[in-house]
Nanobody
Framework: QVQLVGSGGGLVQAGGSLRLSCAASGRSFSSYAMGWFRQAPGKEREFVAAISWSGGSTYYADSVKGRFTISRDNAKNTVYLQMNSLKPEDTAVYYC???????????????????WGQGTQVTVSS
């Protein structure tokens, strides 16, 4: 099993940047694919970005491509989401997730992840 703790959220003006972190405890972090999802009030949870267990492959929602970057440091058991050029529509609770069995082409499917962090609020003001 793995436990996930997300952090780094906050209030930022449009055009600003934030970096989210997700620290994992437990065994074999490096064998888990990691994802970031978000949920805005009144909306369903949506895929933001994902990274393969090795870090060799990354995937992004169209809405964040070119603005967000996902990365991981397996030595620190941490995955990051660097968010630049933030927009008010990026406002949401951001969740990190982990799974070791989801194939790369399904990393955008929230229902397939076994482990979830507690969420961190990101608010972008206009």
């Amino acid at each position: 099993q793995v436990q996930l703790v997300g952090s780094g959220g906050g209030l930022v003006q449009a055009g600003g940047s934030l970096r989210l972190s997700c620290a994992a405890s437990g065994r074999s972090f490096s064998s888990y694919a990691m994802g970031w999802f978000r949920q805005a009030p009144g909306k369903e949870r949506e895929f933001v970005a994902a990274i393969s267990w090795s870090g060799g492959s990354t995937y992004y929602a169209d809405s964040v491509k070119g603005r967000f970057t996902i990365s991981r440091d397996n030595a620190k058991n941490t995955v990051y989401l660097q968010m630049n050029s933030l927009k008010p529509e990026d406002t949401a609770v951001y969740y990190c997730a982990a799974d070791k069995r989801v194939p790369d082409y399904k990393l955008g499917y929230a229902d397939l992840y076994d482990y979830w962090g507690q969420g961190t609020q990101v608010t972008v003001s206009s």
